[in-house]
């Protein structure tokens, strides 16, 4: 494993990302902040009892202690509250899977991927019910910040096959970093949505992990004439 590769590595994980709230104008004030503050967690606790259909604004301002016209001075809608609590949540998620990278500097390449699918795997378990209520909106409400996150990790999965060179055999590393993500995304969020329980099995984490160290180390035989 070469310094450069795992320098590089470790700049791409911890660069900085900076979460904006999704807010018609940004608190200033420490009152205003907290005031904010408590309407986010207001948000979260309502999505993740009763759903994207119970989260009315003036539900909202209730639990959160506060008064409509003093909410819709930062939040516009019910969609802007659901965008925030989706920044803070994702933030969260990226936070547990920067953490398992950079703990995973050193391991051979299938444990480092069972860090990274363990990682993923807690991300969604953590607040199971919030993030449910949060796929089910995310994807015609806040899609750019889809994406955004989405390239953040697939950035730092291109970086992490550098410190496995030797046993890595994609042809296209920019486009395996994509479909590294993008298959655990989407095999975790399945199992999130029909049956929570399965990301609580030990199958369900082994085949994923299997899935991906095979996808990486497979020999590729050379691509189909036209291709």
């Known amino acids: 494993m070469g310094s450069h590769a795992t320098l590089a590595f470790q700049q791409a994980v911890s660069m900085p990302r900076t979460v904006a709230v999704n807010a018609r104008k940004q608190p ?79 391991a051979t390449l299938p444990e480092a991927v069972r860090a990274f699918v363990r990682a993923f795997i807690a991300a969604h378990c953590c607040d199971a019910r919030l993030h449910r209520a949060l796929i089910a909106q995310m994807m015609h409400l806040g899609i750019d910040r889809f994406l955004e996150v989405q390239r953040e990790a697939t950035a730092f999965v291109r970086q992490w096959m550098e410190l496995h060179s030797d046993v890595v055999r994609v042809r296209d590393r920019d486009m395996a970093a994509w479909m590294l993500v993008t298959a655990a995304e989407s095999v975790v969020h399945a199992g999130l949505i ?34």
């Open 28 to 106: 200033k004030q420490a009152r205003s902040r907290a005031m904010v503050a408590a309407i986010v967690e207001a948000t979260t606790r309502i999505l993740r009892e009763h759903g994207y259909a119970g989260a009315s604004t003036n539900r909202v301002a209730k639990l959160a202690g506060v008064s409509p016209g003093s909410l819709y001075q930062y939040f516009p809608n019910k969609d802007a509250l659901v965008l925030a609590v989706a920044d803070q949540h994702t933030e969260e998620v990226m936070e547990l899977l920067r953490g398992a990278a950079l703990g995973s500097i050193g």
């Open 194 to 227: 029909e049956d929570p329980d399965k990301l609580h099995s030990l199958a369900f984490e082994q085949e994923l992990v299997d899935l991906l160290v095979a996808y990486l180390t497979a020999a590729r035989p050379d691509p189909a004439p036209g291709c």
